[in-house]
């Protein structure tokens, strides 16, 4: 009987505390103030974000298509650079970023 009683109070606890944990995960504030450039190196495209948490990317369009940096974490007061490059050394037509969460 007292194993038993044991099972449910941990069920309970466990019930009880789950949404919390999950709850705290997704109240976490997507990537913000974002920015991106070319670096002085015209084919290399930069991204990063001072805000939030989650992850970002740069996109580089080339002359070729499109070509994506890798994701670089994004978490409060850190700031992450992620770096996109034309193949071929061509100069990058333009520059954005691409943001998720976790």
């Given amino acids: ?3 038993m009683i044991m099972a449910v109070v941990t069920a309970a606890a466990i019930t009880a505390v789950l949404p919390l944990a999950q709850g705290t995960a997704l109240a976490e504030p997507l990537p913000s103030d974002c920015h991106s450039g070319i670096y002085y190196q015209k084919y290399k495209t930069w991204a990063s974000c001072n805000k939030g948490a989650g992850y970002v ?3 580089a369009k080339c ?3 499109t070509t994506y ?3 670089v974490v994004v978490s ?7 770096v996109a490059t034309c193949s071929g ?3 990058a037509t333009g ?4 943001i998720k969460k976790y």
């Fill in 1 to 3: 009987m007292r194993k």
């Fill in 57 to 59: 990317r740069a996109v």
């Fill in 63 to 65: 002359p070729t298509g």
């Fill in 69 to 71: 940096g890798p994701w």
């Fill in 76 to 82: 409060s007061g850190i700031a992450g650079q992620s």
């Fill in 89 to 91: 050394n061509r100069n």
């Fill in 95 to 98: 520059h954005s970023y691409q």
